[in-house]
């Protein structure tokens, strides 16, 4: 059987990569065409990706569920809401956004006419992640066709029943010349990143976020890198106790904590903690009842290597001296972890150190908000930074001193679902932006565009006469 394997995996490998160079070669041809797409066509394509997602509720539904039990409720918020909500605002401003923009001259350039083109940078690659399957393959994929690029997909092989229904969708919707999709591991990761895409979008841990880069810049290809990193949640002594737990245990333990920007350590004043801790408790048991295994409303980790890893960080935790606070209870058998709260955390352990993507979170207190501020800032700057606070100037001082990709007062989560302002992390937690206009401009290239009316540069070549060194010397001088 093994041989059999082992003579066969080549052949498989060879053709697998054959055919990837096939589309790709396909869409370079017509990428070239698309450059020359209207409005008009680019909303047809938009409206009819957005048709065969409707027509596709209950199975994408479905889907989410057999992967990783994942309630119809927040597939409806969470993977299919945001998507048509990008459609919708991609078709009534993707005409603003191709006409581009004109640039007032500068006195240098005065005589001259001058604007911003906006044209598809051309063939893409998106790759996506296993979390939330739907919504992080196609929201690239809506920026990719608004610009007018082609695209090649690759889905998270984790969740096998989303890929099903993504295969469909695209298939539906789209020639493989324009959009397709490849399924499979790492071989294939492999094989898309050898390739010269003009832009990769990536949505992974920055882990693999480095690999992406490294293999894009064989070929000097641009990238989006949406990452993730360790978001941490302040909530100080003014904060509104209940409010405040109500919106973390939401943030941290919707999709089982499987979410880039949820909450991933919290910091709370000491003054308020054990009450903190009381409304975290009374909100969960409101959210999932005494039984969270029970829960309709609770989904499940992932697969049972990410259920090994996170329970893995949770017992060291509490073998070295951390406090339960919450939960605990775990299945292998369901890829089970009830939402937990622990405190007391050593810092030596892997908890505070890796992200924990899962439904664990570590409860910190604190005095001075100075110290949180560097604990902060001593870590890779993450993707999400929340407060929960009364007061303005603490919050003003915080965002001030730390930096993340993006941040919430008095809320969390929350961003990604704002259309109107750009997403994406800085740094280890990422590259770039994506969003409405930010999507976009991700796989657009803007290209500046001048124009001579009456320019009188051509007063400064050579020769360098008199004349000529007067005026630059008058140039000069208008800049002191």
């Known amino acids: 059987m093994s041989a059999v394997?082992?003579?066969v995996h080549p052949k498989f490998e060879s053709a697998m990569q054959a055919d990837i160079q096939r589309v790709f070669a396909l869409q370079q041809q017509k990428a070239l065409a698309l450059r020359s797409s209207n409005k008009t066509e680019r909303v047809a394509k938009l409206k009819k990706l957005r048709d065969a997602i409707l027509s596709r509720q209950d199975a994408?539904?479905?889907?989410?569920?057999?992967?990783?039990k994942k309630p119809p409720v927040e597939v409806d918020l969470a993977e299919i809401t945001p998507i048509l909500a990008e459609i919708k605002h991609s078709i009534s401003h993707i005409g603003k956004w191709m006409r581009g923009e004109r640039v007032w001259p500068t006195m240098l350039m005065f005589g001259t006419k001058t604007r911003i083109r906006y044209e598809p940078k051309g063939v893409s690659l998106i790759i996506a992640p296993w979390n939330?399957?739907?919504?992080?393959?196609?929201?690239?994929?809506?920026?990719?066709?608004?610009?007018?690029?082609?695209?090649m997909v690759k889905p998270s092989e984790m969740t096998p029943h989303c890929s099903a229904v993504l295969r469909d969708i695209i298939n539906d919707v789209f020639h493989?010349?324009?959009?397709?999709?490849?399924?499979?591991?790492?071989?294939?990761?492999?094989a898309l990143l050898e390739l010269p895409f003009d832009h990769i979008f990536f949505t992974g841990s920055p882990a693999v976020g480095?690999?992406?880069m490294a293999a894009a810049a064989k070929h000097l290809t641009s990238v989006t890198l949406e990452l993730g990193g360790k978001s941490p949640v302040i909530v100080d002594e003014s904060a509104d106790i209940k409010k405040a737990a109500q919106s973390v245990m939401w943030g941290k333990f919707s999709n089982c904590g499987q979410t880039c920007i949820a909450p991933d350590y919290l910091y709370v004043h000491e003054s308020v903690k054990d009450a903190f801790i009381k409304a975290c408790r009374e909100q969960l048991e409101?959210?999932?009842g005494k039984d969270t295994k029970a829960s309709p409303d609770f989904a499940r980790v992932v697969n049972a290597r990410h259920y090994g890893r996170i329970k893995s960080l949770m017992d060291e935790a509490l073998d070295n001296g951390a406090t339960l606070l919450a939960g605990g209870d775990t299945d292998s058998e369901d890829n089970f972890i009830a939402p937990t709260l622990i405190g007391d955390i050593p810092d030596n352990t892997r908890i505070m150190e890796e992200e924990i993507f899962g439904p664990v979170l570590p409860v910190l207190s604190f005095s001075d908000i100075n110290q949180v501020v560097q604990r902060i800032n001593a870590a890779p700057k993450p993707l999400a930074l929340y407060i929960y606070t009364k007061n303005p100037q603490q919050a003003e001082r915080v965002l001030t001193q730390t930096s993340a990709g993006g941040s919430c007062i008095n809320s969390c989560v929350v961003q990604y679902l704002h259309i109107n302002a750009p997403f994406g992390g800085v740094n280890n937690s990422g590259i770039g932006n994506s969003h409405g206009v930010w999507?976009?401009?991700?796989?657009?290239?803007?290209?500046?565009?001048?124009?001579?009316?009456?320019?009188?540069s051509h007063w400064l070549a050579p020769p360098y006469n008199n004349f000529v060194k007067r005026?630059?010397?008058?140039?000069?001088a208008t800049f002191k």
């Open 176 to 190: 493989e010349d324009e959009v397709a999709m490849f399924e499979g591991e790492v071989d294939v990761s492999t």
């Open 471 to 476: 005026m630059i010397a008058i140039t000069l």
């Open 439 to 456: 999507g976009f401009k991700a796989f657009s290239h803007e290209r500046t565009v001048i124009e001579n009316k009456f320019s009188v």
């Open 5 to 7: 394997a082992q003579d």
């Open 60 to 68: 994408i539904q479905q889907a989410c569920y057999a992967d990783f």
């Open 132 to 151: 939330y399957p739907i919504n992080l393959t196609l929201m690239p994929l809506v920026s990719a066709i608004a610009a007018g690029c082609t695209a």
């Open 210 to 212: 480095k690999v992406v």
């Open 286 to 288: 409101h959210a999932y």
